[in-house]
């Protein structure tokens, strides 16, 4: 069955909680949101059906074996049953690895998600795919389980300020590549926060077409990942910034390859988004730590990748989708074009500003 979207305000997450057909919970909540929202972890303290509540460090290191082990000891030596139901309260990483724990933990617990970062409403929490990293790459030990719901509340991005809510677009620009309607919002002026629900029933309803990842229709979701995954891995940037910077990037790697239009397209997204700084930082950062051999490596162990060849996703001008395959070698090559387009970018923006 597929997730239901609801989106909340905070002050009703506890009735949501109370009143749901589940009998115990398991709340796992990040550490820094628990710190932000102490009313909220009061009121879920006081349900009678709420077994523990348990705070865990939302960050990318917490989605690791090591971690696995430790949490899910944790929780099996309390009385978890199958009938437990999780909650889990944080960014991308905690609905991530709480997802995995909830799909392994006695062959499967039921489980809500609730988002607290931009990146985890439009996408992190959406989709059931749910993951951890090991050494050679970003979510290589993974599965598909959905939570029932997806509780979208708006007022836990009031903590962050502008500059730390744009840093977490990245995922945005993505859709917006992806979904005419929602391109036209963004260039007709709409404010960010109001398109949240939008992306996230994009997302949802390519999802329901291709629950597994088996028909190829899911696979528009990870525009801008090959490269991005690698940048996040090699250069220690955000999932976000390295999603915003593989989105322009992958579009003038394959501009011999297929005639698109997406470079150009992002760059006009992140303008309109008032993006350029951060997309500025983020490409410093990507040049500061180049380098190409273990970006090559995490591209040709990356997921998607097939018999030896890195895949590209690449949308054209009609929003249109497209898989590109590179060898290794090809792909070195296109590595060494990029260096310059990415100090070319980083000088215009100077002169800009
Ligand atoms: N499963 C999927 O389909 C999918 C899709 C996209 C991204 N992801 C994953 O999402 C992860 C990134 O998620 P993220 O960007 O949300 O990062 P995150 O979960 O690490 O959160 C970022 C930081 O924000 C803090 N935080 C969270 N909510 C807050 C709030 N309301 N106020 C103040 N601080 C808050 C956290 O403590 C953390 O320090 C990556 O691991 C990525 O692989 C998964």
Redesign the pocket.
């Known amino acids: 069955m597929a997730s239901q979207i609801i989106t909340l305000k905070i002050s009703q997450l506890s009735n949501f909680c109370s009143d749901s057909c589940y009998h115990r919970l398991v709340i796992m909540m ?4 628990a710190s ?2 102490s009313e909220l972890t009061q009121s879920l303290q006081s349900l009678p059906k709420v077994q523990n509540i348990f705070y865990l ?4 290191n ?2 690791s074996l090591d971690m696995y082990a430790y949490w899910s000891e944790k929780l099996l030596a309390t009385s978890l049953d199958r009938s437990t139901h999780m909650v889990a309260i ?7 690895f709480c ?1 995995f724990l909830a799909a392994t933990l006695l062959r499967g617990l039921s489980w809500t998600a609730i ?6 409403m439009i ?9 951890l ?1 090991s050494g050679v790459g ?2 290589m030990i ?1 599965t598909f389980h959905e939570p029932d719901n997806i509780l979208i509340c708006q007022h ?5 300020d502008q500059q ?1 809510l744009k840093r ?1 677009l990245g ?1 945005l620009v993505k859709y917006a590549l992806l979904s005419e309607q929602i391109y036209q919002e963004i260039m007709t002026g709409k404010q960010v926060i109001e398109l949240i629900l939008m992306c996230a029933q994009y ?1 949802q309803s390519v999802v329901a077409q291709d629950l597994k990842d088996s028909k190829g229709l899911r696979m528009c ?1 990870n525009l801008g990942h090959t490269l991005g ?1 690698s940048f ?1 891995k090699a250069c220690q940037i ?3 910034e390295a ?1 915003l910077c593989g989105l322009v990037l992958e579009g003038y790697m394959c501009e011999n390859l297929i005639d698109n239009h997406q470079s150009l397209k992002a760059l006009e997204i992140i303008t309109t988004l008032h993006l350029n700084v951060v997309l500025q930082e983020a490409l410093q950062k990507i040049i500061d730590m180049w380098q190409p051999n273990n970006m090559i490596n995490f591209c040709y162990h990356d997921k998607k990748g097939d018999q030896g060849l890195i895949t590209i996703v690449i949308t054209d001008k009609t929003h249109k989708v497209h898989n590109l395959q590179l060898s290794p070698g090809d792909f070195k090559d296109k590595l060494s074009y990029l260096q310059g387009i990415i100090n070319t970018l980083i000088s215009s923006f100077s002169i800009k500003h």
Do not use: C, M
């Open positions: 990040d550490r820094t949101v932000h929202f460090q939302g960050a990318e917490l989605k944080g960014g991308g990483t905690i609905t991530d997802g988002p607290t970062t931009y990146l985890g996408d992190g929490a959406i989709g059931g795919k749910v993951a990293n970003k979510n993974g836990f991005l009031s903590t962050f730390q977490g995922e997302k979701l995954h996040e955000s999932h976000s999603v």
